[in-house]
């Protein structure tokens, strides 16, 4: 008798029986190899779902950002601060997120927002002069850690203006707005 060679278990079968007959091993292995990858697979959506969430906490925070934008209506670019501010009782990272914008010497602008997907989407209002001049939306995609860019539109705009931030510190203080 020939001694027994071949890698797989079906050659192996064939040499002893002297018939073809495939293995049920590598089926099973097969079987087993999707289970895994379905499982690992199962694995990564839910850690991309989650990590969506985690990602924008960690890359939006509260605080003082730098302002420029571009107005299309006027095609004059303009900068400001911005101050991003998140309801401290609330679960989640959602929101609500409060706005303001100075900009330049005289404009004032104030607005609530929520946050999904890491696009912070707040409606806002121009209330420079103590009335409300403008009302209007704008949507901040989160692009790194403390830096957004956004697109925004007015009800007196006919054109979408774009927006840039980037955090440059913390919240003011209670005594440090006093002063």
């Given at each position: 008798m020939e001694p027994i060679t071949g890698a797989r278990p079906?050659?192996?079968?064939?040499?002893?029986?002297?018939?073809?007959?495939?293995?049920?091993?590598?089926?099973?292995a097969g079987i087993i190899l999707a289970l895994l990858f379905g499982v690992l697979l199962g694995a990564a959506a839910v850690y991309a779902y989650t990590?969506?969430?985690?990602?924008?906490?960690?890359?939006?925070?509260?605080?003082?950002?730098?302002?420029?934008?571009?107005?299309?209506?006027?095609?004059?670019?303009?900068?400001?601060?911005?101050?991003i501010a998140k309801e401290e009782d609330t679960e989640g990272d959602t929101g609500p997120w409060y706005v303001r914008w100075l900009i330049g010497e005289n404009q004032q602008q104030a607005g609530i927002g929520v946050l999904s997907n890491n696009v912070l989407s707040?409606?806002?209002?121009?209330?420079?002069?103590?009335?409300?001049?403008?009302?209007?939306?704008?949507?901040?995609?989160?692009?790194?850690?403390?830096?957004?860019?956004?697109?925004?539109?007015?009800?007196?705009?006919?054109?979408?203006?774009?927006e840039k931030l980037r955090r440059i510190g913390d919240l003011p203080t209670t005594e440090e707005t006093q002063d």
């Open positions: 079906f050659v192996v079968e064939e040499q002893i029986t002297g018939k073809h007959k495939l293995s049920s091993r590598p089926r099973k990590s969506t969430a985690i990602v924008s906490s960690y890359l939006l925070k509260p605080g003082l950002y730098e302002l420029k934008g571009h107005n299309p209506t006027s095609g004059a670019a303009y900068e400001g601060q911005v101050l707040v409606s806002y209002a121009d209330v420079s002069g103590g009335t409300v001049n403008d009302v209007g939306v704008v949507s901040y995609r989160i692009v790194g850690f403390g830096k957004l860019e956004g697109t925004w539109l007015s009800q007196g705009s006919v054109s979408g203006g774009v």
